[in-house]
Each structure stands twice: as C-alpha cells, then as structure tokens.
C-alpha cells in the first residue's frame, strides 16, 4: 500500500450530538464509536465491555482497592454461586433478592444438582456462614474483607451498558466488628472512601443521603448513600453502605467470645461500589458535544502522540516522536504513539472522541525547535512547549485538567436543590432537572404512604435525608400535614 | 488485657509434615493452615481463596497482564454467560465442552429463559460472534486480546483448592490474523511468554509439549502446553496455546476483506493461563517441611519486621521498626510490621509457615546499634546488616532468593527424563516419579491404539512431543513395533 494515499480509516472520528440537549442517543453513540461496549451480544442486559472501558475500570478498580486496603481491608474471591439454602437464612434479603436470581440446576448433557445454586445477587449469604466458622474470639475482630466480583440480576427495568446491566462489576467490602459503634464508624468511612476516590479521583461530585426505612438493604437496619447528578437531571446512585447492625449475624450465627468469655453477636457492615455503572456515571457527568472527556487520573491512554509529516521527513518526525514516547513511558506516563496510516486531522477527532485528556503534536518544526505542540482535551485548547521539562509539563496539566472536570461537574450541582413546599412546585423542580428538597412526616415506615403519594404524583423518589449537612425541619409534612421530622430530598431516579 | 503475659494466638504456627512423603497431606494441610482457601463452602469444587492466597493472585495476574500487554493485547470483559446456540456452532468444541457446563434456565421465583445459558466454561464461542461482526477488513488486523475471567466446568475428577476447581481464575487471550503463519508466531510467543512469566517470575520450570491429536483442544489444530513436576512425582499443565487454523473462523464466519478486496477467512489462536491453578504449582514446587516459600516477587507481604522488646524498652523498639516500615514502604516493597500481642518466637515459625521471603528482626539491640537481623526464608539463614542501606540490602536479597528457589526447582527436573524402551521400563520411571520417553508409532489419530494401551498398563499419558529441544527418532515404537515417527514423553499427570 502506498503509504503517501493517507487513507481515513472507515470507522466514524467525528462525533457531535449535544449531551444536554440530548442526553439518551449522546450515551448510546459514544458507547458505541468510542467501542466502550457492543450492545449486540444477543443476550438481555448482557454486554461485552470493550477494551476502552476495561482499561479505565481496571485502573479505577485499582484505586478503590488500594484505598480499601489502606484502610485495612484484605481481599479474597469467593465462588460466584450461592447454595439456595444460603440464600434463604436472612428473612427480609430473601424477600429483597430471590426475585433477581438466576438459578443453576442442570449441568452436561443431563445432570441435575442436589441444591440450586444462586449466580450472586450480592454476597452475604456467601461470605456469612464462612465467617461464622472464622470468627470464634474478640481476637478475630475486627474482620475486613473485599472482593472484586461480577454481580448477576435479572433486572425488570431496562438495561443500558454500565449504568444497568444483569451483569456488573463491583467490589463489595463485608467487615464484621465487635460493637455497633465500630460498624457506625466504618460506615462514616465507607462514604469517606466514596468522596475520596468517587469525587477526588473520578471527579464526579455526590450528595450522600441516608435512605428512608422502605429504601434500605434489604436486610440491614440502615443504608446511606452517594447519589450524582446525570446531564438528563435524574441522579443514580453511586456507592451505597449499609449498617447491618447484628440482624445477619444473628441469622447466620456469627457470633464472637468476649474479653469476659460472654458469647456475643457481632455487628457486620457491607459497602458496595460498582465500578462499571460509577464509569457509566463518570463518563456522562464529564463528557461533551464532540465526545468522551476521561479524567487524566483513570483514561487508559493519559498522552497521545500524533506525528505530523509527509514522506520526506517522515523519518525525522518519527525518531523525535519515539524519543518523546519512550521518555513519557519511562516516566510512568502512561502513552501511546498513533502511528495508524491516516490524517493527523481525523486523528485529532478520533482521539478527541475517545475522550484522551492530552495529545502532543509533533511535525518538522517541532523537530527543528525542540518542542511539541500541547493539547488539552477538556478544554480544546493547544499550546506549545519545550520538550525540555515536558514531563513535569504534563503532570502538570494532567493535574489541571482533572481540576477542570471536577469544578464544572461541580457548578452543575450548585443551585441542584430547590425548596418546594407542594406537589407543584415538586414537579416544577424535578421537570427542570433540580433536586427537591422539603419537609416530610417520616422516614420510618409511617412515612411509607406519603411517599407512594409523591411518587405517584411527581414521578420523583424521595432519595433520603443528609447527612452531610445539618438541617432540621421547621414545619408540616408536604403531603400528610402532620408535623415534619425530617428534611427529605425528591429527585427523578435511574 | 496485660501486654506482658504475651499469649500465643490460638492459630497453630509450627507447620511440620514432609512434603516429598506425604505430598498430599501437606498440600491440604497448608491450604488449611496458611489460610490459602476453605474447603467448607458447601458446594463441591468451588472454594473460597483467602487474603494470603489472593494477594499473590493478584500479583501474578499483574505480571501476566502487563507481558500481554506490552505484546500488545488489550483487555476486555465479556458476559459470564453464554446462549446455548453460541456454543453449539463448532461440533468438536460442543462434544469437548458440552459434558462440562453448568447451565441457567430459571430466574426469580418462577421466571424461564427463553434459551438456556452456559456458565463459560472457556470463552471462544461468547466471543467469536463479535468477533464476526468487528472484523470487516485486513485493516482489522491482528486482534489481539484478552480477559481476566472466572472459568466453570462441572469436572468429574476430584478437585482440590486452586490445582482443580469446578470454578478457577485465568486469563484467556483470544487472537485473529490474516494468515496461518501469524497464527503460528503468535502461538509461539505465548510460550515464550510461559517461559518469562511462569519461569521467570514464579520460578516455576516447565517443559513445553505440542500434545498429540488425540488430547488437543477440542476444535483446534495443535495445542501446545507447558508441564511442570509436581512433588507426588506427577505432572500439571500449566499454560496451553491453541493454534485453531481457520476452524473456529469457518464455524464462526470470521471473514476479512484483503487488501485485493477478497473475501478470506482468518486464522485464529487462544492461550489460557490459569492463574489459580499456577498457584497451586508454584506453591506444591517451592514449599518446604516447614510450610510456604514464597518467591520475593509474587508474596503478598515482601518482609515482615518483628519487633523484639520487654516492657521497659517497647517505646523504642516500636519506634525504629516503624520507622524501618515506613522506609521500606515508602521505597515499594510490601512490608508489615507484625505488632500483634504474641512472642516473637511465634512470630517466626508463623511467617515461616506463611512463607514470607524475608524477616527483619529488630531488638534493643540493634536500635542501639542502628542495625537489623536480617533473616531469609528459603535457607532459614540470618544475618546482621547495618540499617543504612537496608533497602538495597533487601532487593539484592529479594532477588538472591528467587534465584535459588528457581534452581532448587530446576534441580528437580534436572535428570528427570528416563530413557524407557518396553512398558516396564516406562512402569519403573514413573513409579520413581520421573517422566519416560519413548518411540512411539505416532501422535496422529493413528497412535491413539498405542496411547490406550500405554494408559492402561502404566497409568501414564503421552503428554506429547518436546517443541523446545530437537530431537527424531531412531528406532520402532514402543508398543506397535512399526517405525516410529515420534518421540514422545509419558508421565502420570493430574
């Protein structure tokens, strides 16, 4: 082939449907020219993630895993089956989660298995009855574990790749402690974590409720969560943490001898982040019109290099453009040199679509000068460098552009939340995309039927009260009039 | 509860069975003991893997992962399930895998799928169908990629933690190319990749076969596998590499476009490192009477300080193992400072049984003499260094270890192959636990009476023909007396 033809590869570089304006088909498009994930494997809800996605998941389970070790948590992997009998112990988790399972009974040509078994919904029902067997003593406390797992449910609502699938990708933390107070505690760290890792590294920015009593883990005695904002105005939950108390220890057994030899049951905490829907989340809070913006902390590709040349200086251009390559990589930059027998233009769209935070250009001048041309994708703007200090130039701007992210998903949640006092001026918030926030009777179980009047009427949730703020109500439930306990937040929900 | 009574943990720490009498028992024994894995899960052939096991996993899959990639493989995560139809589309493949799958038909508490799903129990046909619709033109290639992936196969053999599970954890690296002999290249590379990761890194030797026709992947044209030595005197596979030809892609419609604009189909490989599995080797090979002997690059936790005090000085020790820790920590070794209320006696035999390559031992004595005991697992040898230059110290020391346990393992495979001429010359070497090797008819279909026999009478299996050294045959095959066209190696394998 006559490399001078510069042919354009066939597949699409430019991208421009507006996210706002637009939010479903921006998210269906970019899943597929970007090739983040490829709809048509032929089974509901099931989706291969491509190599794009993976790459920015692996480094994104990377960090939450380092953080959760950090913090004293140790990993195992457990079977991704369940025995039905498991599954069954824990009263209201079985009510919760039995209509989600897919169930195993047959193997080979025609064998049977003597008990069911359970593709896991979650795992406590693995994880428990084992650590009933291990913790026999106050000395075996507290017990902090994880795992990375894939997580099955036959969900009814539709599916869409990452944000819901009956196939994702979490990793699920199960800690067991001697005392109520210590499980509290790590739930306050498990939303830590959150803040630290969901918004500081991924930059997407959360509101943390503690949910209402008919909202809880199925199971527990209290769930909070982080909730973000989509750019269609409806937010989806990001990490939850749930306060166990010693409900599954007592169903499980899980039970501990004390300093004083007294027999006791422990107290259990589990927190679940799932790192494929938190990227389906981070891609849509941050991307644009033209496509994909990726954090410079978790894109797969950090730096882009396209050479710029015709055939004679082709040589030239490219021995500078390896040098540069082979200097980022050995600084722990993670590069890629795009080569590929096409335009530098349609590259600059291509790589711009797929969201690669910085690209460096480099023709004959640059090559003459010494220097590169810097791009910053967050902002589409470009200037240039020495290639002296090019390194601590890009850390640099890698630093500002996940700054950048950060601060403008940020300026989309100031003003979120609106004060509402009535059914309309719910609806009125929620139809522009905002949060509601108003005054409600209960989030216990007496709150319930208010709750099913909201719903009905303004097709929002309420998501839970803060628990990152400090606020206490004045007045009378929105609905039921009766005096308010609690302040409440009504969003429309994935 | 008073620090000074120095209880000992109830756990046992002294491991002391003879690995080369009673292999099997001390394989159980340190699965059990080290807290590798739980046989107790209740469903037969599916384990839970520990923290001291998952964290070298996790390491092992980092070196694999970053060799794939740096041979330019991305990675991908597909379904765990795969339709029914998908895997009946290769015969020889469905007749291979079929007996082995576990499958899903119901969900929730009445719900059917409308067509049966297959746990994977190897992933060729969840992605070949994408393959198929991916690959339009020579531009396409190569695609090269890869899954880190949960395997399911309903194994009827008995199965043992990591060596053998009904669930086990690999990496699967599936391949297309526009010609039979990029195919063969790549086939080749995998090997090399065994060599570098597997021996290189895990310290684990391995000889490489190509198996015979008769025990080759189903659906493939050649399979090529590594085998190592396991103490009981039986071989393992460890990593195969499957050459498919145009099989799967015939099967599968695989096609490109050429750079003439015909119409061809492609070639395809599949390589399937089973990091569970290695596991199980990589300890069976290194691990001594005593417990684990852990390589320096895979422990979980590189050293471990053991801070040696009384009461009266406790402040000081403390004080400079941490500062020791941090030091170590800060320079990326995996260090833990085991501060835990037990003697350092039993200490010792704990991290011993544990197999963790290097102790720092620090007493009041050597804070005052700013040194340490520096104490290495594979020889049980300590020696004092100066704690300037300590960090230097451990890295050379690292690596020293990791050198003699790779040729301690060699040391054994050294003087293994016995030249065997009649069925009891080949009962004789694989009753002393070595590995015989014959002239044998041939290692095409016509050679599989012969192979039968061999079973039969021996107990061994061909495990194929060495790739890696050059050798033909002279004479007439061991068991039909016709000429021999091979040379073959037989041993009783797991």
């Not at 692996?58 to 950090?70: G, P, Q, T, V, Y």
């Not at 003597?114 to 994880?127: C, D, G, I, M, V």
């Not at 007592?250 to 049951?265: C, G, S």
């Not at 009777?441 to 703020?469: F, L, Q, V």
């Amino acid at each position: 082939m006559n490399k001078s033809e510069k042919k354009s590869d066939s597949k699409q570089a430019i991208f421009d449907i507006s996210k706002e304006e637009n939010f479903p088909d921006w998210y269906t498009e970019i899943c597929k020219v970007a090739e983040l994930a490829d709809i048509r494997y032929g089974v509901k809800g099931f989706t291969p993630f491509l190599p794009w996605s993976v790459m920015s998941m692996e480094i994104m389970f990377d960090f939450l895993e380092e953080a959760l070790h950090r913090k004293g948590h140790l990993p195992m992997i457990f079977p991704t089956v369940i025995p039905e009998s498991n599954l069954t112990k824990e009263a209201d988790h079985v009510d919760g989660f039995t209509p989600q399972v897919f169930w195993i009974k047959d193997y080979g040509a025609d064998g049977e298995l003597e008990e069911r078994l359970a593709l896991r919904p979650t795992s406590e029902t693995a994880l428990y009855p084992m650590y009933s067997l291990w913790i026999r003593s106050w000395r075996d406390l507290p017990l902090k574990r994880y795992q990375r797992a894939s997580i099955f449910r036959s969900e009814v609502k539709s599916t869409r790749p990452f944000l819901r699938g009956r196939e994702f990708l979490w990793i699920e933390s199960h800690n067991v402690f001697a005392s109520h107070d210590e499980a509290k505690d790590q739930v306050m760290e498990d939303l830590e974590t959150t803040k630290e890792i969901v918004t500081g590294i991924y930059g997407v920015p959360v509101m943390v409720f503690k949910r209402t009593q008919w909202d809880k883990f199925p199971g527990g005695l209290n769930t909070y969560a982080a909730d973000t904002l989509m750019p269609d105005g409806k937010v989806i939950q990001l990490p939850s943490t749930h306060d166990l108390g010693d409900n599954f220890a007592r169903a499980f057994d899980i039970q501990y001898l004390d300093e004083n030899n007294e027999t006791r049951y422990a107290y259990q905490t589990c927190y679940g982040p799932a790192i494929s829907r938190i990227y389906g989340a981070m891609i849509s809070v941050h991307g644009d019109d033209k496509g994909l913006r990726l954090p410079y902390t978790v894109a797969p590709y950090q730096v882009i290099i396209v050479p710029i040349y015709k055939s004679k200086n082709e040589a030239e251009v490219m021995e500078f453009a390896r040098k540069i390559e082979s200097e980022l990589h050995e600084a722990g930059i993670r590069v890629y040199l795009d080569a590929r027998d096409t335009t530098p233009g349609w590259k600059y769209n291509f790589w711009e679509m797929k969201g690669a935070p910085i690209r460096v250009h480099i023709g004959p001048r640059e090559v003459r000068d010494d220097k590169v041309m810097l791009f910053r994708r967050d902002l589409m703007k470009r200037e240039p460098v020495s290639s002296t200090g090019l390194i601590e130039e890009i850390k640099q701007l890698g630093e500002a552009i996940d700054k950048t992210l950060l601060e403008q998903a940020e300026s989309k949640f100031e003003g979120l939340v609106v004060d509402a006092d009535s059914i309309g001026t719910i609806i009125d918030a929620l139809d522009k995309g905002k949060i509601a926030r108003v005054e409600f009777c209960s989030t216990d179980m007496d709150g319930y039927d208010c709750a099913g009047r909201i719903e009905e009427r303004t097709s929002g949730e309420i998501r839970g009260t803060r628990i990152d703020t400090d606020e206490s109500p004045q007045g009378v439930c929105v609905i039921c009039g009766k005096v308010a306990k609690e302040i409440v937040y009504i969003a429309r929900s994935y």
